[in-house]
């Protein structure tokens, strides 16, 4: 089975420029979950979608920030514009729903993760 | 809120030797606790989990974990650490309620010498 996939695996861009992840979940996972983990820090969770609905986006920083999931398979994350303190790792994991006793629900698969840098 | 806290940024342990990570969670009610690592440019993997039942979890690769709900710890241990353990160790919790995905703690390097 093919793990969560993760594009590009480093960003260098200019402070203003714009910036698109990707990510592609393992196939049949509805949950979608994207977080960053900023040098050295805890790793921040930023939304979550439930097939193409955002379930949960409390953890977006600001307006700059807007991910989609169309179709319900692959996720975006875009940065724009995107600003110095936006620098870190930027991961995508997806799972399987279900009650969270049984196995593999609320298990996540981690993609290797897009680290950005901002200049 | 919920929150997760590894005291240690970095344990040493000679290989061979018994190996403690030590994690410490704030959450509304009881808690689901996870532990996961990330080896060097790859992603975090699921090591183990706690739901209910037994205290003592017991993980891939050897690993398990004590859940104290008095301490509100759930510290990583191993008998006997291997030098292919060397890697960043993250503890996660979720209520059983409310808000789905994980929150995630600092993380913890593990240096395993031989």
């Known amino acids: 089975e093919a793990g969560v996939t993760q594009f590009p695996s480093h960003s260098v861009i200019e402070k203003g420029q714009t910036v698109t992840l990707r990510c592609d979940p393992i196939?049949?996972?509805?949950?979608l979950y994207w977080y960053r983990r900023v040098m050295g820090k805890e790793i921040k969770f930023l939304l979550h979608?439930?097939?193409?609905?955002?379930?949960?986006e409390s953890g977006m920083p600001n307006n700059r920030f807007l991910a989609e999931r169309t179709g319900g398979t692959y996720s975006t994350l875009k940065v724009q514009p995107a600003e110095l303190e936006d620098s870190g790792v930027y991961f995508c994991?997806?799972?399987?729903?279900?009650?969270?006793?049984?196995?593999?629900?609320?298990?996540?698969?981690f993609g290797a993760g897009s680290r950005l840098t901002v200049l | 809120a919920q929150s997760v806290a590894q005291p240690e940024d970095q344990v040493n342990v000679a290989e061979g030797n018994p190996l403690t990570v030590k994690c410490t969670y704030s959450?509304?009610?009881?808690?689901?606790l996870f532990w996961y690592v990330q080896y060097p440019n790859r992603g975090l993997q699921f090591l183990l989990k706690?739901?209910?039942?037994?205290?003592l979890v017991k993980g891939s690769y050897g690993f398990e974990a004590e859940f104290n709900k008095s301490q509100t710890s759930f510290h990583l241990k191993k008998p006997s650490a291997l030098v292919s353990d060397s890697a960043l160790y993250f503890c996660?919790?979720?209520?059983?309620?409310?808000?789905?995905?994980?929150?995630f703690g600092s993380g913890t390097r593990l240096q395993v010498q031989p």
């Open positions: 994991a997806s799972s399987l729903t279900g009650p969270v006793h049984t196995s593999g629900a609320n298990v996540l698969t």
């Open positions: 196939s049949g996972h509805d949950n």
């Open positions: 979608f439930v097939k193409e609905s955002k379930q949960d």
């Open positions: 959450v509304s009610g009881n808690p689901y």
């Open positions: 706690y739901i209910t039942g037994d205290n």
């Open positions: 996660a919790v979720r209520d059983r309620t409310g808000r789905r995905a994980l929150t």
